[in-house]
C-alpha cells in the first residue's frame, strides 16, 4: 500500500495517481492544499524538505518526492517502461524534457490564470511564459508527426509525464489548436487501459 500526498489540481500529482491507477496498485490519497501551503507546514517539511508535491511513501515508510522519479520507482519493470538500454534512455529523455523545458512554462502558465486569477503584476511572466510553453510543444509535435509516442513506439511514462500538463495547457490560455500530431497523440494516450481522467 502506498501513501500519496497530492493535490488534485496539480498535473504533477495527477501523474502519480494515473500510473498507480494503470498499473492497478493500492494507494490512500492524502489532500495536501498548495494554495493554502500545506506544503509549507513543519509537518510536511519534514517528509519532503523541498516542500513540493506529489510526494510517496511505500510501505516502508521511504518518502519520494518529484513526480518523475516517482513513475520510475512505481512502474520499474511493467510496460511503462522499455527494457530496452537506448529506449529507456529516450524515455528518460523526454522526461527530463518535460521537467526542463515544457512543464516550467505549460504548468506554471496555467497555475497563474486558473489559479492565481491572472494578477496584473504577473502578465509579463505569464506571456513569457505561453511563448516558451509554445517552443516546448513544437518540439512535442514535430517528434509527434513521425512517432506515435514519445519512446519505444509505444505509452511509457515518458507519455503520462509529458500528458499531464499538455492536456490541460489551454487553461493557461496555450492554445492547441496549431498542433494536430499533439491531439491525435493525446487521443491515444486516452485510449490506454485504465486511464483515469484528471480529477481536478
Ligand atoms: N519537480 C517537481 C515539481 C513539483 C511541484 O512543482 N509541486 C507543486 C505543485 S504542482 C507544489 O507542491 N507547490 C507548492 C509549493 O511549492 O509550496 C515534481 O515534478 O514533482
Given at each position: 500500500m502506498y501513501t500519496v500526498y497530492g493535490d488534485r489540481k496539480s498535473g504533477n500529482c495527477y501523474k502519480v495517481e494515473l500510473v498507480l491507477h494503470q498499473l492497478g496498485l493500492p494507494y490512500e490519497w492524502r489532500a495536501i492544499d498548495v494554495l493554502k501551503k500545506e506544503t509549507r507546514t513543519p509537518e510536511f517539511l519534514a517528509l519532503n524538505p523541498n516542500g513540493q508535491v506529489p510526494l510517496l511513501v511505500n510501505a516502508d515508510g521511504n518518502a519520494l518526492p518529484e513526480s518523475n522519479a516517482i513513475l520510475g520507482y512505481l512502474a520499474e519493470?511493467?510496460?511503462?517502461?522499455?527494457?530496452?538500454r537506448m529506449a529507456r534512455a529516450q524515455m528518460l529523455r523526454w522526461m527530463f524534457f518535460e521537467q526542463y523545458t515544457h512543464e516550467p512554462n505549460v504548468a506554471v502558465a496555467r497555475f497563474i490564470v486558473a489559479y492565481l486569477g491572472r494578477p496584473p503584476e504577473h502578465e509579463e511572466t505569464l506571456r513569457q511564459k505561453i511563448e516558451n510553453g509554445h517552443k516546448a510543444l513544437a518540439v512535442m509535435e514535430r517528434h509527434l508527426e513521425k512517432h506515435s509516442?514519445?519512446?519505444?513506439e509505444r505509452y511509457t511514462i515518458a507519455d503520462i509525464a509529458l500528458y499531464a500538463y499538455t492536456h490541460v495547457a489551454e487553461q493557461g490560455l496555450?492554445?492547441?489548436?496549431?498542433?494536430p500530431a499533439i491531439h491525435a497523440w493525446m487521443e491515444r494516450v486516452r485510449r490506454q487501459p485504465r486511464h483515469l481522467p484528471m480529477q481536478a
Open positions: 519493470g511493467s510496460g511503462l517502461v522499455p527494457a530496452d509516442f514519445f519512446a519505444a496555450i492554445e492547441l489548436a496549431r498542433y
